[in-house]
């Protein structure tokens, strides 16, 4: 590597939202909301039921009667979870829960959710094939949007490839990529510094990770489009493997994304899909399955190692990404100060439910700020545990404009 990791220099901490990928060429959630209704409208066409848009639809009317919930509406994560919820209450007896089978009887729960009749088994696989289906063709559509920007890319691509320049310059850097989409792979390899992925050439490398003491990483907490679900043919194990691939290596069509979910053999037994994505509520469940698992566990570790985390887009909806905060900033080192934090969001607005809620949620807790201070505008940036810089541009004027955050980062200002 051109700059490589060096023990004298800081570790800046990245963590990309989907916020940091919309301005290149990246589907907004909006977007996703309309394609995933439109996909599981041609699931009805074929399957006479839609367990996706009847659970929509429900949110909907919750929502609009809900006066807590002002400006809040359905989206494609939260039914997806819903789906995942429900399909342990439409399980099989051996699986089911009791507790659920005492409060509500499970023709109840077809009729309330629009279920066809025909008992528990079939409404509960009804429920998770268009689950599996939704995410299979969600993790393609977001394959042909990568490769749409690869053979066209945007004007303004260069400008998020030179910021992943300049910060590699400054930091060792790691990097969480909480989206699907491989802008920051492709960023980070025209660096000429190369990137470790977690994988060596196809297969994933948890020893390496455990025992890795470079930064210079890109991990896709939430599966990527270079994801791909092979047989295994190691006959000691039941699960497929996921395992690395680029496009050169075959073409978008021998991408397998959809494996069979399993049930945890436990008394909180859920539901948990293998797929090369992952997405909806519930993800604590769904990155059981490798190499989810341990890229959680090293967030962790990154998340106290960081001199400084830089958040790009992410709108703190993730309790896994942001427990792993909050035990950073309210648990003091005896080695190190907590680390600087640069929130990049132009979303960051008071009237904007889901961030108020949750990013007030992940600081409180932290004791970083104040739950009685009602200033939404400046309450991270009079914190006095941790040092806050809350920037409410755009991702793509703010990746112009390098120098300032990397000087306040580096604590120049």
């Known amino acids: ?98 507790i659920i089978d005492k409060l509500i009887e499970v023709e109840d729960i077809g009729k309330l959710f629009g279920f066809v009749d025909g008992g528990c088994l079939n409404a509960g696989t009804n429920n998770l094939d268009q689950h599996q289906f939704l ?38 850097v790691g990097v969480y990529n909480l989206n699907h989409d491989n802008l920051a792979y492709r960023a980070l390899k025209k660096t000429n510094e190369g990137v470790f992925t977690g994988f ?27 994801f791909n679900l092979i047989e295994n043919l190691d006959l000691t194990h039941e699960t497929d493997l996921i395992i690395w691939q680029d496009w050169q290596d075959d073409g978008k069509k021998s991408f397998t994304d959809i494996g069979f979910p399993q049930m945890e053999a436990s008394f909180d037994a859920n539901w948990i899909p293998l797929a090369t994505i992952l997405t909806g509520g519930f993800k604590r469940e769904q990155l059981a399955p490798e190499p989810f698992q341990t890229f959680q566990s090293a967030l962790s570790k990154h998340v106290h190692e960081a001199d400084a985390i830089l958040i790009i887009g992410y709108g703190f909806g993730d309790s896994h990404i942001n427990r792993a905060l909050q035990n950073r900033f309210y648990l003091p080192s005896r080695h ?4 600087k934090v640069y929130i990049i969001d132009k979303e960051a607005k008071e009237e904007n439910f889901f961030w108020n809620t949750f990013t007030k949620q992940v600081f409180i807790l932290s004791g970083v700020v104040d739950e009685n201070d009602k200033d939404f505008a400046n309450y991270l940036e009079r914190s006095q545990r941790v040092k806050f ?25």
């Open 135 to 172: 995410i299979d063709i969600l993790a393609k559509y977001f394959r042909a949007k990568c490769q749409e920007v690869e053979n066209t890319p945007p004007e303004n691509f260069d400008g998020y490839i030179n910021f992943f320049k300049e910060i590699r310059k400054a930091f060792d």
């Open 1 to 98: 590597m051109e700059n490589g990791s060096n023990s004298q220099r800081q570790k800046l901490l990245v963590i990309l939202g989907a916020g940091s990928s919309i301005p290149y060429g990246m589907p907004c959630v909006s977007a996703i909301n309309k394609q995933m209704i439109k996909w599981s409208d041609e699931w009805e066409h074929e399957n006479q039921v839609n367990p996706f848009k009847s659970l929509w639809n429900v949110s909907q009317g919750y929502y609009k009667q809900d006066k807590f919930h002002k400006g809040v509406y359905p989206n494609y994560e939260s039914v997806l979870g819903n789906m995942l919820a429900i399909a342990k209450w439409l399980s099989l007896e051996t699986y089911g829960d009791p």
């Open 200 to 226: 060596d050439d196809w297969n994933f490398q948890p020893d390496e990770i455990y025992n890795r003491k470079e930064w210079d990483f890109l991990y896709h907490l939430h599966g990527s489009v270079h």
């Open 336 to 339: 190190k100060p907590p680390p």
């Open 389 to 413: 810089k809350l920037d409410k541009r755009g991702t793509e004027e703010a990746f112009a404009d390098t120098k300032p955050i990397l000087d306040w980062l580096k604590g120049k200002v």
